[in-house]
């Protein structure tokens, strides 16, 4: 049972900095790249409804995989030191909370700046406060979701090494 759930922790983990990296190194900047290349009257307004629909989900299952590696810490981590088990629902609690606070509070206020601006972000002035203040968002956006992926790599280096001691000790014996 307890090696099926770390599995599963790993697994979930894994899944979920596969799809933030792939999100933030290929999805996201290609959607842009693509709609301004093929001239699209407003694409950076179309690919920002995009990028924000794909982000909540990782946000989403980020926040979710998080608590549940949370409820789940104390059933697997019986033969971890007490500093590792700390570091991982530490960094766990810090993914939980930066997913969190990026989709439900960073992205509601920039989709709340885009509705204010009444028309696309394309033809708002970069100087103009309301732009000024998503563009703000927007960089704490990327810092936000970094940090979740950082906290989310250490846990996922944790459980590894964590299994990989495991398997040599029952190999040994």
Not at 88 to 114: C, D, F, H, K, P
Not at 123 to 142: E, N, Q, T
Not at 143 to 158: E, K, Q, S
Request: proline share 2%; glycine share 6%; charged share 15%.
């Amino acid at each position: 049972m307890r090696t099926n759930l770390k599995t599963a922790r790993l697994l979930l983990l894994g899944l979920w900095l596969g799809a933030a990296v792939f999100f933030g190194a290929a999805v996201a900047p290609n959607v842009f790249a693509v709609l301004r290349g093929a001239h699209v009257s407003n694409a950076n307004e179309i690919a920002g409804t995009i990028i924000t629909r794909l982000l909540s989900i990782i946000n989403i299952s980020g926040c979710a995989i998080a608590l549940f590696g949370i409820a789940t810490a104390y059933f697997v981590q019986a033969d971890q030191s007490r500093r590792s088990r700390s570091v991982e629902v530490i960094s766990l609690a810090i993914m939980a909370m930066m997913t969190g606070v990026s989709i439900w509070v960073i992205s509601a206020r920039m989709l709340a700046l885009r509705a204010a601006m009444q028309t696309p972000i394309d033809l708002i002035a970069r100087d103009d406060p309301r732009r000024v203040a998503f563009d703000s968002l927007h960089r704490y956006s990327v810092a936000v979701m970094g940090v979740a992926v950082i906290a989310a790599l250490i846990v996922f280096l944790l459980i590894s090494i964590q299994s990989l001691r495991l398997a040599r000790q029952a190999g040994s014996r």
